[in-house]
């Protein structure tokens, strides 16, 4: 039984330093071009450069996501994108497109390929056909169930691995080849720039009554009839790790660095639990409400035990729950005196409690008895934004320890 990799969204240099610091085994990262991400702060050769330095420094990986749906227009400039990145040392290129597959073959024959979601890989023949050009993992679609799962594991060879989403936003459409927002926005999914109209309100016109607006749910602002629920299978680690697939990729290149070092975090320790003694293993349920502590949908397992129904769906709302909020961030710790230097992202006041997470440890909760500002002058709320605050904790911290606050 392999231990899967545990593969984590970097939608900047920082959050790509903040997965690897909390636990991933491998970060994937989008150029300014090519990756299906332009919501994303994405990175320059330079920071393609730094990240894949810090991760191989700590033997983790990075791979290049240039997923795109590419037009005519696209193609000679993706041959100078793969010129550029080249050299770089990226462990592998995630591709959706034939065209832009065998570029990457030819052009740069020693970068493994890894096919994307995007190319809605959904049973065995597909994937042999694209082990046989010579790709090394597919990226299976969301849209599988674990029988489906299992049953294309036995039929592809032992070099093919496989990779699949366990965390993170669904799409209304295969593997988000979406239509919806280039028709309504002319923004086109395919290409980066989704509007996500799956999140709007919409109500119903029958074609002879124009004008006549029904609700399709009972709810008097209408119906967001298309908006999924988040993907979460933090409960079934082994189900995972016994249906074969190698890698278990979180979604998510627009979150926050939050987020990553939430989520990475709580599926790092339950995988490394389920590993240190499998026959024993029992769900730790604290892991399952750190994953509540971030921004999310309602949780659901999608299509992994079977075809979602009306309940993997919100009716009522767009809107993403959110308790906490992230109030800091730690830049260095003093040993001698326990007081920690912190830069503020949200306001907070002394006497607050808050709870410190940081990488590879259970988080601890501590309260603001002790609070100065960067001259050393004690203060009752740190209120500007990235301000430099001195707290005082009951136990260590390590830089990029995070401060969060409940709502």
Not at 39 to 68: C, P, S, W
Not at 381 to 388: G, P
Request: hydrophobic share 35%; net charge negative; charged share 25%.
């Amino acid at each position: 039984m392999k231990k899967p990799e545990l593969l984590a969204p970097g939608g900047s240099l920082e959050k790509l330093k903040t997965a690897i610091d909390y636990g991933a085994d491998a970060v994937y990262i989008g150029g300014e071009t090519f990756s299906l991400r332009v919501a994303a702060e994405n990175f320059t050769l330079e920071d393609m450069r730094e990240g894949i330095r810090y991760a191989h420094d700590r033997g983790k990986k990075v791979y290049l996501t240039a997923n795109i749906i590419p037009h005519n227009s696209d193609i000679e400039e993706f041959e100078d994108f793969i010129k550029e990145i080249r050299p770089l040392g990226f462990d592998a290129v995630l591709i959706a497109d034939l065209g832009l597959f065998d570029m990457m073959r030819t052009l740069a024959p020693e970068i493994p390929i890894h096919i994307s979601t995007q190319a809605n890989n959904v049973n065995y023949r597909s994937a042999l056909a694209w082990h046989k050009m010579g790709a090394k993992r597919i990226v299976l679609a969301r849209e599988m169930s674990f029988a489906e799962i299992a049953e294309l594991q036995q039929k592809i060879p032992e070099d093919l691995e496989l990779e699949a989403f366990v965390h993170g936003a669904m799409c209304i459409s295969y593997s988000g080849r979406c239509l919806l927002s280039n028709y309504m926005t002319g923004r086109d999914s395919n290409m980066g720039a989704c509007a996500h109209p799956c999140r709007w309100n919409y109500k119903l016109v029958e074609e002879t009554r124009p004008g006549e607006y029904m609700d399709v749910f009972e709810n008097e602002r209408g119906t967001f009839i298309f908006n999924s629920k988040d993907l979460c299978t933090i409960e079934h680690i082994p189900e995972l790790v016994q249906s074969g697939i190698a890698s278990l990729k979180i979604e998510g290149r627009v979150k926050t660095s939050y987020y990553v070092a939430t989520v990475v975090g709580a599926y790092r320790r339950e995988i490394d639990r389920y590993f240190a003694a499998p026959e024993n293993y029992t769900f730790n349920k604290a892991e399952y409400e750190e994953l509540c502590k971030v921004s999310h949908r309602p949780y659901t397992t999608g299509f992994y035990f079977g075809k979602p129904d009306a309940s993997a769906q919100v009716y009522t709302s767009s809107s993403y729950i959110r308790d906490y909020d992230l109030v800091g961030i730690v830049l260095s710790y003093d040993e001698n005196t326990g007081i920690a230097t912190v830069t503020q992202r949200n306001r907070f006041f002394a006497g607050d409690e808050v709870e410190i997470i940081q990488p590879l440890k259970p988080y601890f909760t501590q309260t603001f008895d002790y609070m100065r500002d960067e001259d050393g002058s004690e203060i009752e709320v740190a209120n500007h934004a990235e301000q430099i605050v001195k707290i005082k904790t009951s136990e260590p911290v390590t830089a990029g320890a995070m401060l969060r606050k409940k709502r």
